[in-house]
């Protein structure tokens, strides 16, 4: 199949604004030059205006399907509607050859007082498809909807997972050339999800291409080839996904890693500390084998947390305790001195105490430590940081999906002739 | 249970009038085969987005136009049918209310008139069937101006979500009036038969004189339409410039001769289109057949301007929805 070039982005720039009453003003200007012909200057920002995407330039090839990936509000969603035709770039120029299907909202031609069958009918008229297409592919989406006892039933009453599911089916049997996919795989019941990525990979295999907007970075390393990293309206990283996806590990959400990041607030409790606490957590890290302070692990790689405290006077066995958080909220794991029966001992002044994890069996993603330090006792917590500090797990080539890494083997018996089991 | 549910919703008059209108494709798809693998596809145009891009596309830019409005007829059927049919759904008198509104207003004016506190003298046929068409045409032409209006306003996240000619939604929104209009034509017959009036043969040409009410409505709705995109104060400001019409609008009274009232009939590009239709009843011709034509000729060239005009704005305003 020969390599040929589907979509061309070139420096393309978008700018919105973020007051409701200028964009009225600008809306109007803007209108006006349009219909009687006056060129603008389209370069500049005005007041309250900024590059929702600035200067973004990529390629997507016959059968690829690109990953489009970073925090909330960089432009990843803007960026799909100009691929999509529905607004104009401020700047650059996009070519698209072949038809484009976009999966922006799902079910947003669906009118609730329409029954699922209606719906079809109207919301495949508007993205294009005839009579004959939609006969023929009518028991095709219903099938792929799974909604056979629904599909007579109007919209409104559908749950919203039933709603975005006759959505993706009906965008799944439009049969384009380039599929644009905004956060489709975020909804939806596990089974129907597995259902949408075989869709995807069979599309991909019939040479579409696609482009898939997620914050699923597992959904992303497996499905994408190459990846978009974009932050703030620009490109961050382009190129092959494992990298883009380790710098994106690296670096999280590019906002402050010291901050919470994308932890909501309180999700690994509320930082504590008690006014006459003898003991003070000063810093806490994670090293490496050596001993250095670092931020990416890979998946079996030796871990030491370390936890700098002082004290004020001499405090006889204080417990100390470590949580790992995945960036959910759940706890991967904890322990705390007492648990373990180690007894810490006296200590005085300042010192470390550390937490050795010889084989850190986490899979990709980010990690947030949570420490605390309370009397002998376990029961009067004298300091708790939620936040103390975070790292990013690599999993370099291993194809497992989930929170932990299991060591395991697979083995296969015939039953039918192995003699010991008859 | 499923099945007999199935049956019976396959028969709603919604999917019936949409087969009608495509019996011939479906016909034809019975014998289509799969469609082949993308890659060997031919079909693959390529389509280029630039700043301002819409604004260059020069006179060739019509028949493109012309084009994409051809094949986007079924679009438009199918969304005229949604409107009617999901309108009255979840209603008792379903499409009662479709004339409710029109003969009270209509009864109010007859009570004035025959109380005499309204003195309405000169109209050619009985009052209350002069009002009674009166009003039913106007109701045509303010029903298709707000519901083109609003029609890109209340479809939200289609407009902003969704790549399709978006001129759809608007000439769409003609079906509602349209339909409401022919409902209302029971009650017109009626109070027609009531009091005795009988149009004349020439009445039959009535639909061309609704025509360009209706071209004219779709012009203006075009541009408010983008307008009320921008500034939502434009729907409001139409609601009452609305009501303020129908009273300069010879609705209620004849066409008034002494100046300066006679005015209403020259600057009000509506008037000249409902007198026509008043005309072709009441006497079977055009009494200013002139000021008919230069009406036409406004609806027409406000109906094009009001297209080209949408098409050149609509990307740039459709992330306002």
Same mark, same amino acid.
């Given at each position: 199949m020969p390599a040929d070039t589907i979509i061309s982005v070139q420096g393309v720039s978008k700018k919105f604004c973020r007051s409701l009453k200028r964009t009225m003003l600008y809306g109007v200007r803007d209108v006006a030059c349009d219909l009687f012909g006056f060129s603008q200057n389209s370069n500049g920002l005005r007041p309250d205006e900024f590059w929702a995407l600035d200067d973004v330039s990529f390629e997507v090839k016959r059968g690829e399907c690109l990953g489009v990936i970073g925090p909330n509000g960089a432009g990843k969603s803007t960026l799909l509607k100009l691929l999509g035709g529905i607004t104009l770039p401020d700047k650059g120029r996009i070519k698209v050859t072949g038809r484009v299907g976009a999966l922006l909202e799902l079910g947003a031609g669906f009118h609730p007082m329409l029954t699922g069958r209606e719906n079809i009918h109207l919301t495949g008229t508007i993205l294009g498809l005839g009579e004959k297409d939609i006969a023929e592919t009518f028991d095709a989406i219903v099938d792929f909807a799974d909604l056979k006892e629904f599909i007579d039933v109007p919209v409104k009453y559908y749950s919203s997972g039933m709603y975005v599911r006759l959505g993706y089916a009906i965008a799944a049997h439009l049969d384009r050339d380039v599929l644009l996919i905004d956060e489709v795989l975020a909804v939806g019941d596990v089974g129907f999800r597995a259902k949408c990525v075989r869709h995807i990979q069979n599309f991909l295999e019939r040479g579409g291409s696609v482009i898939l907007v997620s914050h699923d970075l597992g959904a992303v390393g497996s499905l994408c080839e190459p990846t978009l990293l974009m932050k703030s309206g620009q490109t961050w990283r382009f190129g092959p996904t494992e990298e883009v996806l380790n710098v994106y590990y690296t670096y999280g959400d590019g906002r402050s890693t010291s901050g919470h990041g994308a932890m909501p607030a309180g999700q690994t409790g509320q930082d504590s500390y008690s006014e006459n606490a003898p003991v003070a957590i000063v810093d806490v890290s994670a090293l490496n084998v050596a001993g250095r302070k670092q931020s990416i692990f890979r998946t079996g790689e030796a871990m030491t947390i370390c936890v700098e405290f002082t004290t004020a006077e001499p405090v006889e066995n204080p417990v100390f305790g470590v949580a790992i958080y995945n960036t959910h909220g759940a706890r991967c794991h904890a322990i705390t001195t007492l648990t373990d029966d180690w007894r810490v001992g006296p200590v005085n002044g300042r010192a470390t105490i550390k937490l050795r994890y010889p084989q850190l069996n986490l899979l990709a993603g980010r990690y947030i430590v949570a420490v605390s330090v309370s009397d002998a006792t376990g029961l009067n917590c004298w300091q708790y940081i939620g936040f103390s500090c975070d790292f990013f797990v690599d999993q370099h080539c291993r194809r497992d999906t989930g929170q932990i890494f299991l060591p395991h083997e697979w083995s296969i018996n015939d039953l039918d002739d192995s003699p010991e089991i008859s | 249970m499923a099945k007999n549910g199935a049956a019976k919703y396959n028969n709603t008059w919604f999917l019936r009038a949409l087969q009608l209108f495509n019996m011939e494709e479906a016909i034809q798809s019975?014998?289509?085969?799969? /469609?082949? /693998?993308? /890659?060997?596809?031919?079909?693959?145009?390529?389509?280029?987005?630039?700043?301002?891009? %819409?604004?260059?596309?020069?006179?060739?830019? !019509?028949?493109? %136009?012309?084009?994409?409005?051809?094949?986007?007829?079924?679009?438009?059927?199918? *969304? #005229? &049918?949604?409107?009617? $049919?999901?309108?009255?759904?979840?209603?008792?008198?379903?499409?009662?209310?479709?004339?409710?509104?029109?003969l009270a207003t209509v009864g109010v004016f007859a009570f004035l008139h025959s109380s005499q506190v309204l003195s309405i003298s000169g109209t050619r046929i009985a009052y209350v069937a002069y009002a009674l068409w009166g009003i039913s045409v106007w109701q045509l032409f303010a029903g298709c101006l707000s519901g083109c209006t609003t029609s890109l306003v209340s479809s939200g996240s289609l407009v902003t979500k969704v790549n399709f000619p978006r001129e759809a939604l608007v000439v769409a929104a003609l079906g509602q009036p349209i339909f409401d209009f022919l409902v209302r034509l029971v009650p017109v017959?009626?109070?027609?038969? !009531?009091?005795?009036?009988?149009? $004349? !043969?020439?009445?039959?040409?009535?639909?061309?004189?609704?025509?360009?009410? #209706?071209? @004219?409505?779709?012009? &203006?709705?075009?541009? *408010?339409?983008? /307008?009320? *995109?921008?500034?939502?104060?434009?729907?409001?400001? @139409?609601?009452?410039?609305?009501?303020?019409? %129908?009273f300069l609008t010879p609705i209620f009274y004849p066409p008034p001769v002494r100046w300066p009232f006679s005015l209403v009939n020259l600057l009000n590009p509506f008037s000249p289109l409902l007198a026509a239709s008043q005309d072709l009843i009441a006497q079977g011709f055009l009494s200013r057949p002139e000021m008919f034509a230069a009406a036409c000729l406004l609806s027409l060239i406000l109906a094009l301007a009001g297209w080209r005009a949408f098409r050149v704005t609509i990307l740039r305003v459709a992330g306002y929805a």
């Open positions: - | 019975r014998h289509t085969a799969v /469609a082949p /693998a993308l /890659a060997s596809r031919e079909h693959a145009v390529d389509v280029v987005y630039t700043p301002g891009g %819409m604004r260059r596309d020069g006179v060739g830019g !019509w028949r493109i %136009m012309f084009k994409e409005l051809a094949e986007s007829r079924r679009l438009i059927w199918l *969304l #005229m &049918l949604r409107d009617i $049919s999901v309108r009255y759904r979840q209603s008792i008198l379903g499409y009662v209310w479709a004339v409710v509104p029109q017959v009626a109070v027609f038969v !009531w009091y005795g009036v009988t149009p $004349s !043969w020439e009445s039959v040409f009535i639909p061309l004189v609704l025509l360009p009410i #209706m071209l @004219l409505a779709l012009g &203006l709705g075009f541009v *408010l339409s983008i /307008a009320n *995109l921008v500034i939502r104060d434009t729907g409001n400001a @139409l609601g009452t410039a609305l009501t303020i019409g %129908m």
